[in-house]
């Protein structure tokens, strides 16, 4: 199985910053790689898919970057309604495996 | 398009349980369909995976004997049938569309149908 590891586990950022998520695969995904954002007691939102593909109604404020085995979810300027927990999600070969999160808090 | 489980609840261990869930407003039969599962505190976890037709099915090792996914197109449903249930199936279990006809990212979420198995 591919192993998907998310750092840091907790982002303390404030409102206007930039924030930068990291996740590593154990093994190449190509750019078979997707990012979601969930907040308490809800599903999660797809954000990005394909690397850096938007998802529909994904603000312009996130992009994803990366290729093979490093890939990066960056917040441009976060809003108060971006403190979620942010998952990435490789679906290059199944079984489909999930980091374990990155926590974006105030 | 819209995903709307139902059928979790409190079941024993070993016991048996079938979670629906039912697509609106999209072509339910042109999407391959997934099963994924949340445990309290824990990351996301693929649980199974149907073809269109429902000719072609995967799970994960974790499940694998124990659960059966199906789909009856004609009525936009999909379905998990879980058996010989274990302390680790407590999970919310999503029903989930793919955001198009290639890539396993999804885009569509149903709100979850919560699994507890305790005696």
């Known amino acids: 199985d591919i192993v998907m590891t998310q750092s840091p586990a907790t982002l303390f950022v404030s409102p206007g910053e930039r924030a930068t998520l990291s996740c590593r695969a154990s093994q190449s995904v190509r750019n078979n790689l997707a990012w979601y954002q969930q907040k308490p007691g809800q599903p999660p939102r797809l954000l990005m898919y394909g690397v850096s593909t938007w998802a529909p109604d994904t603000p312009p404020r996130f992009s994803g970057s990366g290729s093979g085995t490093e890939f990066t979810l960056t917040i441009s300027s976060v809003q108060s309604e971006d403190f979620a927990v942010y998952y990435c999600q490789q679906y290059s070969t199944r079984p489909l495996t999930f980091g374990g999160g990155t926590k974006v808090e105030i | 398009a819209q995903l709307v489980e139902s059928g979790g609840g409190l079941v024993k261990p070993g016991g048996s349980l079938r979670l629906s869930c039912v697509a609106s407003?999209?072509?339910?039969?042109?999407?391959?369909m997934f099963w994924l599962r949340q445990a309290p505190g824990k990351e996301l976890e693929w649980v199974s995976y149907?073809?269109?037709?429902?000719?072609?099915?995967d799970y994960a090792d974790s499940v694998k004997g124990r659960f059966t996914i199906s789909r009856d197109n004609g009525k936009k449903s999909l379905f998990l049938e879980m058996s010989g249930v274990r302390a680790e199936d407590t999970a919310v279990y999503y029903c989930?569309?793919?955001?198009?006809?290639?890539?396993?990212?999804?885009?569509?979420w149903g709100q979850g149908t919560k699994v507890i198995v305790s005696s």
């Open positions: 989930a569309s793919p955001v198009d006809l290639v890539s396993d990212a999804f885009d569509i």
């Open positions: 407003g999209f072509t339910f039969s042109s999407y391959r």
């Open positions: 149907i073809s269109l037709s429902g000719g072609e099915t």
